[in-house]
């Protein structure tokens, strides 16, 4: 499998270099071992705490692992071991004013933040790998948002409907994105498997496996509306407190995006449930059951895989640049809506999300009364759009492909 460059390698080098250490968490199979490889190959010896016998010699003697391995290393799914980490803190407090000594990665987030947490806080800077973006994908893994632009990509990436909807059934994964060959619907398969098996059995919130499986294939069947809990509960035959409790463990191991609706005093009555969106497209095809593009484009989930694609592309470029996204989305309870505001600070950045390739104005009445309501915080909105053009739309609205988000 080709290594593409990552958008968060300079915020990972950068962070080792002033931090004692540095936390790599994100859902498996996102490419934090490879990552770390390629960042650090030659320089630092790396230790998986994955098989069995290496986790028990660090569990049964931490002080003579640590000794066996010493700084710098890196320690990969060391949610494995969760009582090395206070042997770290140990090492780390001996020499605070070294920076880059232990360099960690793991997958299941509930127990590796737990650790974190209780053991290197402050000592150790936490970021996130997930799935890959578009920009990553298409080799320009640093290329700015539309809002952060000053003009547009010239050219414009040339993408048939057929190439763009492929993208988004075989999901963003490094595995299945980057090897075309690779039956992506066999590798979904293994995934949904595996993370329910390793990490999902694991957390104490969820008891019924084939239950829970069953939650997510309810959960991507509503995938970009408002989410009604009740309605799940009765559905799956389970309390309202479970399905709160399921979906917090969807949300802490990185498989879902939680979008709450903005909220500010103008005297509207808002609706409160949020969205949710799963981290990555290609999960939310399988689990919906699509296997074909073009059924997937035309079919009565099209808007919402579209939908799902540009809040995933939009969250994933943030969280790799570092940073904590300020994402919501607007809607009135007469209906108006905004798919996705996007806080900034310049300001509010709206943004509305149709499947059609041929923009219209109408597309843009959201994004037009949102700006009546908040003013001067709301900046240039955007309609992203399947088609290939880049044309205004009103005042401050622009018409933006997909293939340039």
Request: proline residues 7%.
């Amino acid at each position: 499998m080709p290594y593409l460059k990552r958008s968060i390698e300079t915020v990972v080098a950068h962070a080792a270099r002033e931090f004692p250490s540095v936390v790599i968490t994100g859902p498996r199979q996102s490419g934090k071992t490879t990552l770390l490889k390629h960042l650090f190959a030659g320089q630092i010896d790396l230790v998986s705490l994955e098989p069995p016998d290496v986790r028990a010699a660090a569990e049964a003697d931490p002080r003579g692992f640590l000794d066996l391995h010493p700084a710098p290393v890196i320690f990969d799914e060391v949610q494995h071991a969760p009582a090395l980490l206070p042997y770290i803190k140990e090492r780390i407090d001996a020499r605070r004013d070294e920076s880059g000594q232990y360099l960690l990665s793991g997958s299941q987030n509930l127990q590796l933040a737990q650790g974190v947490t209780e053991s290197l806080a402050g000592r150790a800077a936490v970021l996130r790998l997930l799935p890959m973006t578009e920009r990553e994908l298409t080799g320009k893994s640093g290329a700015p948002l539309p809002w952060e632009r000053h003009g547009a990509p010239r050219p414009l990436p040339d993408r048939s409907p057929r190439q763009l909807w492929t993208r988004f059934l075989r999901g963003y994964y490094p595995e299945p994105a980057t090897s075309p060959r690779k039956n992506a619907v066999l590798w979904q398969a293994g995934y949904v498997q595996t993370y329910l098996e390793r990490d999902v059995r694991s957390v104490r919130q969820v008891g019924d496996l084939s239950q829970f499986q069953a939650f997510l294939g309810l959960l991507a069947a509503r995938s970009a509306q408002l989410l009604d809990l009740s309605g799940l509960s009765r559905d799956l035959g389970v309390a309202v407190n479970t399905v709160k409790a399921w979906l917090s463990v969807l949300e802490a191991t990185y498989q879902v995006i939680v979008l709450r609706p903005y909220f500010s005093n103008t005297g509207k009555r808002l609706v409160k449930t949020p969205k949710v969106y799963f981290m990555d497209v290609g999960t939310l095809c399988y689990l919906a059951g699509l296997r074909d593009p073009l059924h997937a484009m035309a079919g009565p989930m099209g808007g919402a895989i579209l939908e799902t694609a540009v809040i995933g592309e939009v969250y994933r470029t943030l969280v790799h640049r570092g940073a904590e996204p300020r994402l919501w989305f607007w809607r009135t309870a007469t209906g108006l809506e905004v798919d996705l505001i996007v806080e900034t600070d310049a300001g509010l950045v709206p943004v509305e999300v149709k499947r059609a390739s041929t923009p219209s104005p109408a597309m843009a009445k959201g994004i037009e009364a949102f700006r009546r309501d908040h003013g001067g915080r709301v900046g240039r909105g955007f309609v992203i759009h399947t088609g290939v053009g880049i044309l205004p739309l009103g005042a401050s609205v622009l018409a933006w492909p997909f293939v340039a988000l």
